[in-house]
């Protein structure tokens, strides 16, 4: 039976930002912590009632401070020992997706040991996922890492924390690392949930809704496809899962009529892989008037025209695509993205027919890439940009995330440029003038110059275009995709 006395508080950290790619003002857009309020409504489930989750990015007494090349926003240091102290808890956890975001989660750990001493500090998140021995050996900060899929493990983390059991006993829990002595133990990968239906709703009564102009949802998990620079897989694994239309439903109907929420953009790595549910899942929020406006990032296949009319009926205001290259051998053998070409520009025809708006992503700098798989992207994009339905080209330069078989395949080719730290991961994600790849077909700056000279194709191809619509949708795209930093782990 869970102790209604242990306290438990949940700690999303700010955000690390390069300033040449955000500028010294940036301040993100304020957003629920989804995978914190997940974890809240398990444990409550299981009887812990004393949760408290610190959402450094969304704080009103949050703040922007440079930190020579780069951008902090988060809570100040002593607003946020204040806030942990007071609580007094007996256990912190902290989330993280990507590594370079690293630095905040470090922070924010490091403030937590020195106001309370001697409470357990968990990381959870890809990250550490993707490195959990590394990162437990580098930074004494953090006491234990949940590996992978966090809502069970969690748990039975708890509930061992609150029975004051031996340390020892940890190696009974799947898919943690922890510090044993001068041992770091990994312990064998815990299942993923196939029931997706048996987790509760997240726990928003934890979260002041009020101060959110949307609110993220996921519908399922899980990505059967091997895009090597992709780490979703790693915290939610290849099988793909979704939730029931029911519960999808339901879970529309608290956030739209118990918190007023009227835009819930999904994060799903594959929203449309069962077109199927896709169909369900828009009939019923058309038969029970379901008001409200939601966006995807899908794969560029298979979908037909109706379907996506009925997503447009339904309340989908536009649709985010990956491409990454216009060379499909490349496409096929080095980035592993099993995505056709022909289906691709099939998919903008569709989004031209019916008016759906679309953003289209492209990315530069995977090893193998040269000069003619760049010249075949560039004539890809300038076909697509033709199109009115094109309302933005998101390109970024290849990120080696921790854990991904491009991290793996440049650590073991020497084809990183610089060592993969936080701080250089924080410099590439989204940054057009900065890269960590070199290998004998390019260099970062090859890679920046094609991105830029993209970007130029863009503003001379159409500059009226560019100027009126791509602003207004680009920006959710990439406010999206980095809400995925910030939300996932």
């Not at 021995?133 to 004494?140: F, G, H, R, V, W």
């Amino acid at each position: 039976m869970a102790s209604k006395d242990l306290r438990i508080c949940l700690i999303q950290p700010g955000m690390y930002s390069y300033i040449r790619s955000v500028g010294k003002n940036f301040r993100p857009e304020p957003l629920a912590s989804l995978p914190l309020l997940y974890l809240g409504a398990v444990l409550q489930k299981e009887g812990f009632a004393n949760i408290n989750i610190i959402n450094c990015i969304a704080d009103k007494e949050m703040v922007t401070k440079r930190d020579k090349e780069f951008v902090r926003t988060t809570i100040p240091t002593p607003n946020l020992k204040r806030k942990i102290t007071e609580f007094k808890p007996d256990v912190i956890g902290i989330t993280c997706m990507y590594s370079q975001n690293l630095p905040e989660a470090v922070s924010v750990a490091q403030i937590a040991k020195k106001v309370c001493p001697g409470v357990p500090v968990i990381l959870g998140g890809v990250h550490i996922t993707g490195q959990p021995k590394e990162t437990l050996s580098q930074y004494n900060c953090f006491d234990i890492a949940v590996v992978g899929e966090g809502e069970r493990t969690i748990v039975e983390l708890i509930k061992h924390i609150d029975s004051r059991q031996d340390s020892a006993q940890l190696k009974n829990i799947n898919g943690i690392c922890f510090r044993q002595n001068d041992e770091i133990i990994l312990t064998p990968p815990r299942e993923f949930i196939s029931d997706l239906d048996s987790i509760p709703f997240p726990a928003y009564e934890l979260a002041d809704l009020k101060t959110f102009p949307n609110v993220y949802m996921l519908t399922s998990r899980g990505c059967p496809f091997k895009c090597i620079f992709c780490a979703a897989p790693i915290n939610s694994g290849r099988k793909w899962r979704a939730h029931s239309i029911d519960y999808l439903i339901e879970h529309i109907k608290i956030l739209r009529y118990k918190y007023n929420i009227k835009h819930i953009p999904f994060l799903d790595d594959n929203f449309a892989f069962n077109l199927e549910r896709v169909s369900e899942f828009t009939d019923r929020v058309l038969a029970e008037k379901l008001d409200f406006q939601w966006d995807v990032i899908m794969r560029a296949e298979k979908i037909s025209k109706e379907l996506l009319l009925k997503m447009k009926k339904a309340g989908c205001q536009y649709v985010t695509i990956g491409v990454e290259s216009g060379d499909q051998e490349f496409l096929n053998k080095v980035v592993k993205k099993n995505l056709k070409i022909a289906d691709v520009i099939r998919f903008t025809d569709l989004c031209e027919e019916i008016n759906m708006p679309l953003t289209v992503l492209f990315m530069v700098g995977i090893p193998g890439e040269n000069k003619e798989i760049r010249r075949k992207t560039r004539e890809l994009q300038r076909l697509l940009w033709k199109k009115r339905c094109v309302t933005g080209m998101a390109l970024s330069i290849a990120t080696p995330f921790a854990g991904t078989e491009l991290y793996e395949t440049c650590k073991e080719k020497g084809y990183f440029e610089h060592k993969p730290t936080p701080e250089e991961f924080a410099k590439t994600f989204f940054a057009p003038n900065c890269g960590l790849i070199k290998t004998n077909d390019f260099t970062p700056k090859d890679a920046i110059k094609f991105t830029m000279q993209s970007y130029f194709t863009q503003l001379s191809g159409s500059p009226g275009k560019l100027l009126r619509k791509s602003f207004k949708y680009y920006g959710k795209a990439i406010s999206k995709l980095s809400s995925i930093i910030k939300l996932y782990g």
